[in-house]
C-alpha cells in the first residue's frame, strides 16, 4: 500500500482538485473500512501519516512542490483540509477500539464484586421429559430421537394409517408446501406423533428392542388452554421373544408409581391406534384425591394418560423388508406414547399450556 503510486495533478483548477482529494478521500475509506485489526489500523496510519514514506508527505512533495505560486494556496487548503479527515479518522479508528475492550487497564479496581451471571433452569417441560425418560432408562431401556421433519411413509403409512384412511384425520397434519411432485409417500409433513421413531429403530436395530424416545410433535390444532400446535411427547417401543399384554402392564404400571408415587394405581381400557392390537388407554388413579373424586378428575377418580398396545403385525411387516428379524410369528411387542406437556401441567398444577411457551420469567422461575 506504501508504494502506491499517487496520481499525476493534470490540472490545478477547482474541478480537478476536488476530483483529485474525491479520489484519494474514496481509497482511504475503503482502506479503512479493510483495516479491521489493531495491526491493520496501526498499518493504514503509517501508510497514510508516516513522516517519511506516508502518502501525505507524497501528495506533498509531488503535488505541492511542483504546483504553480498561483494554484499553491487553493491546493494547501484542501491538503490540509484532507489530512484533518485521515487524522481524525484514524484517531475515531482508535478510540472505537479501546473502548471496545473495557475499561484502561489502569481504572481496573480488583476489589469490586463481580458481575454475577444468573444460572439457568431446566425448563418444566424438558425437566418432565427427561425424569419419565429416567423412569425408563433405569428399566433397562435406552433412548433415542428421530427427525421433526418426517416423510408421509414414516409418520403414516408405516404405521398402517394407509393413503385416504379416516384414521389420519384423527391427526390433522402440517404439511411442508410444493410436494406434489413428489410420490405420497417421500412428501414432507411435520410428525403429528414420536411413533415414526419406532419404526427408525426398528429398521436400524434387530430384535430385541427396548427404546424411549422424547420428543417434539405438531399438529394444525388451534391453541387453548389446553392444546397447542407444537406440544411433546415420550414413546416407548418394546420388542422381544414372547413379549406379552401383562408385560405392558406391569411395565406401564411399574412406571406410572415411579414417577408419580407408589400409591398411584393404573387401569387399561379398550381404545385404537392403527399400529396396535389390541389398544388400550391408561389411566391412572387421581394424584389429586388419591381416587375419591374431586374437581381435576371430574370426580371419576381416574385421570386418562397415555395411549398403548401391542405392535401391530403389519408394522412388523413394513420393518421386515429391512430387518427380516422382526418376523411376527417368532416375535412380538408393545408401544406407548404420552404427552409430556400433559403431565407436566398436572404434575404442576398448571392450568394454561400457554404459560409452558410464553417465557415469563415469573412463570419459569418457580421451578427453579
Ligand atoms: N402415537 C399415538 C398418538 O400420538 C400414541 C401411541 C403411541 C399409541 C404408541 C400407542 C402406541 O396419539
Not at 36 to 44: A, H, K, T, V, Y
Amino acid at each position: 500500500m506504501a508504494n502506491e503510486t499517487i496520481p499525476r495533478l493534470e490540472s490545478y483548477d477547482d474541478v480537478a482538485l476536488t476530483k483529485a482529494f474525491g479520489e484519494l478521500k474514496l481509497q482511504f475509506n475503503q482502506e479503512a473500512m479493510l483495516s479491521g485489526s489493531p495491526e491493520g489500523r496501526e498499518s493504514l496510519r503509517v501508510d497514510w501519516l508516516g513522516r517519511k514514506q506516508g502518502r501525505l508527505t507524497q501528495i506533498s512533495s509531488i503535488w505541492l512542490k511542483t504546483a504553480p505560486d498561483s494554484a499553491k494556496r487553493s491546493l494547501g487548503q484542501r491538503f490540509n483540509e484532507f489530512k484533518a479527515y485521515i487524522e481524525q479518522s484514524i484517531a475515531q479508528e482508535l478510540s472505537v477500539e479501546s473502548a471496545g475492550s473495557g475499561r484502561p487497564l489502569d481504572a481496573i479496581d480488583i476489589s469490586l464484586p463481580g458481575t454475577r451471571s444468573r444460572i439457568g433452569i431446566e425448563h418444566p417441560l424438558i425437566k418432565t421429559m427427561n425424569e419419565i425418560v429416567a423412569v425408563f432408562k433405569s428399566m433397562g431401556y435406552s433412548v433415542g430421537v428421530g427427525p421433526e421433519v418426517e416423510t408421509d411413509y414414516y409418520n403414516f403409512e408405516s404405521l398402517n394409517f394407509p393413503p385416504n384412511h379416516p384414521a389420519r384425520d384423527t391427526q390433522d397434519t402440517l404439511v411442508v408446501a410444493g410436494q406434489e411432485r413428489k410420490a405420497l409417500r417421500d412428501r414432507l409433513l411435520m410428525r403429528t406423533h414420536t411413533s415414526p421413531v419406532q419404526i427408525r429403530t426398528m429398521e436400524q436395530q434387530a430384535p430385541p428392542v427396548r427404546i424411549v424416545i422424547p420428543g417434539k410433535v405438531h399438529r394444525n390444532d388451534a391453541a387453548d388452554a389446553t392444546h397447542s400446535p407444537i406440544f411433546h411427547q415420550v414413546e416407548g417401543l418394546c420388542v422381544d421373544t414372547n413379549i406379552t399384554f401383562s408385560d405392558l402392564k406391569g411395565t406401564l404400571d411399574h412406571a406410572m408409581k415411579a414417577f408419580f408415587g407408589s400409591s398411584v394405581k393404573t387401569r387399561f381400557f379398550p381404545s385404537f391406534f392403527p399400529f396396535t392390537e389390541p389398544s388400550a388407554d391408561v389411566q391412572i388413579s387421581c394424584i389429586f384425591c388419591g381416587g375419591k373424586g374431586c374437581r381435576k378428575c371430574k370426580h371419576s377418580g381416574w385421570i386418562e394418560l397415555l395411549g398403548c398396545g401391542m405392535v401391530d403385525p403389519a408394522v412388523f411387516g413394513a420393518v421386515q423388508q429391512k430387518q427380516p428379524g422382526y418376523d411376527p410369528k417368532k416375535i412380538s411387542g408393545f408401544a406407548f406414547g404420552m404427552g409430556v406437556e400433559r403431565i407436566a401441567m398436572m404434575k404442576y398444577g398448571v392450568s394454561d399450556i400457554g404459560q409452558f411457551y410464553s417465557g415469563d420469567m415469573r412463570f419459569l422461575e418457580q421451578f427453579a
